[in-house]
């Protein structure tokens, strides 16, 4: 969930390590630190054989870090004039931290040194056995200045050294049970960084004369799209001329080089004044690029899967396993899956999946997991409790080179490109593009719905209609974009119902089958970047409890999309004008009736219920958006929030 970067090159190292720690920020931190081996001149007057009188240099790591933000860090830099001693080709790394083992301090902060300050360490994930090391180290005589887990490891690496680094941090890495992502600087050897993964995500982008290491590909792009990810189990060694990859156990690795398809200009604000608001409007885009090859203008649908229609078609049971705003996307997934493909599935919050014991069935279960950033610590854990059981999986991501692309047996890729801010937005409408246009293919390879040409006639919502249904969603679907974009012009509206949510501590959602849904992820959005309370309900539960709730003037989000359902929401939007809420609607524009019963009407462009969701998505972004900017909130990095939520 912390930020990490690290430099080795003939460049000025300071500016990269502030710039890539900036672009980090999103992921969440209370604090933040660098580290610089610099010299430091030891013998003044050394006299050598020659009769010449030199001065003498020796390597030395000097730290400066902070509780607070980059401002901060930047400023304290500036007071301690290091950006004078930092000259260009020293070795050096930064971080920001997101507090676990004591709280957000200037000690707690990284990096961590030992006793003797010889070795520098930044550390993501948790050391899990940390308490009884500290304690076998403090008897051995090593002070402890700080109260995080992390500090064990210079003081191991202190223990283990013998001349040779990577034989220092082996032996150090065999101590250490947990998830760890650990940058590693040696005064002792000063041309080089030593990086190890274990179960926390670290990348290495491969540059002109100069590598940098970094828990995140944003912090790269503004040097290089070359990368190379770290796999469980393995360390480099990072020099300007090369990175060296083996084991843990010293087996050298070939590493696969991957070429980063986002464009630098991506990660920047422009014209925006967050993040947030900047992917939301992107997402007409992002469709465009996600749907792009993948839905043809014939009404095809070309996934790129590996697996043959028969493989599909022998899956009972799909798993949809998901954290978060992807887990309100796997909703979405179960949903549509059932109705077009006619087969069970489960969507599954990801930290409950992998402590159930779940029964998986090889041949006949299939894995969905979905992750914007593919290195959430709990849906790797569920994936790779499948693999363990023989089961495929079949991730959906938005990030090429992650570990979850590379650990599951198929990917498809989100192309929304880079998300910065912490709340989910681009990100869930093309995971829910994707999961349609999955739960098509599903249902074409097992027949359960009338593709029009012989391939699939079987006794599902589509039999019989010559390719009605098929043609229908496969057009709406290349239809989003523009539809998406339709729903941005609706940004003012929504920005006056802010205005009345901001005077309440509770709002509350309703919808019913997939509006209920959306409605999840609207009170998520709503509460993690306003936070105001906010919660959803499936609108037939009022009577059982929910309306208790509802008092005069409480805002209320009504989601009317569902032709199905529209009736009965109807009467559950009555029940809550009845005692007085004020109501936002989201209805179809073509539904009259809907609207003329709504305090405000937000219009959704026609198209077939099952892809509503995509839309209806957006104008509850905008509200949390614009309840947080009333509320004076910090959009883009909310308290308490990362992004990537790389430890359980």
Known sequence: MCGIVGYVGPKKALPILIDGLKRLEYRGYDSAGVAVVTRVQDHPTLR????????????????????????????????????ERARPGVVAMGHTRWATHGVPSDRNAHPHTGCDGQFAVVHNGIIENYAALKEELQKEGHTFRSETDTEVVPHLLEKYYQGDLEEAVRATVRRLKGAFALVIASAEQPDRLVVVKSSSPLVMGLGDGENIV???????????????????????????????????TGVPVEKKVWEVPWDPIQAELGTFPHFMLKEIHEQPRALRDTLAGRVSEDGDIDLGLKMSDAELAAAERIYLVACGTA????????????????????????????????????????MVVISQSGETADTLAALREAKRQGVKVVAITNVRGSSVDREADETIHTWAGPEIAVASTKAYTTQIAV????????????????????????????????GELWRRLAGDLRALPQKAQAMLAHEAAVKEFARECVQWHDVFFIGRGLDYSVAM??????????????????????KHGTLALIVEGVPVV????????KDKTASNIQEVKARGATVLTLVKDTDKEITQQSNRVIPVPDTHDYLMPALTAIPLQLLAYHAAILRGCDVDKPRNLAKSVTVE
């Open 48 to 83: 050598l054989d020659d009769g010449v009188t030199r001065t003498s240099f020796r390597p030395t790591i000097e730290v400066v870090k902070t509780k607070g933000r980059m401002t901060d860090l930047e400023a304290k830099i500036g007071e301690s004039r290091l950006d």
């Open 214 to 248: 970094a828990s995140d590909i944003q912090a790269l792009l503004p040097h290089t799209r070359r990368v190379v990810v770290l796999d469980e189990g393995e360390m480099a060694v990072v020099r300007r001329d090369g990175v060296d990859v083996t084991t843990f």
């Open 327 to 366: 887990y309100h996307a796997g909703l979405v997934g179960r949903y549509l899956i059932e109705r077009l493909a006619r087969t069970a599935a489960e969507a599954d919050v990801a930290s409950e999946f992998r402590y159930r014991d779940p029964i998986l069935r090889p041949g006949k279960d299939l």
């Open 435 to 466: 999961l349609t246009a999955f739960a098509l293919y599903l249902a074409r390879a097992k027949g359960t719905i009338d593709v029009g040409d012989g391939r699939g006639a079987g006794d599902g919502e589509g039999h019989g209609d010559g």
């Open 521 to 542: 992820e609207g009170q998520l959005k709503l509460k993690e970047i306003s936070y105001i309370h906010a919660e959803a309900y499936a609108a037939g539960e009022l």
């Open 558 to 565: 009504a989601l009317a999309t569902q032709d199905a359902l």
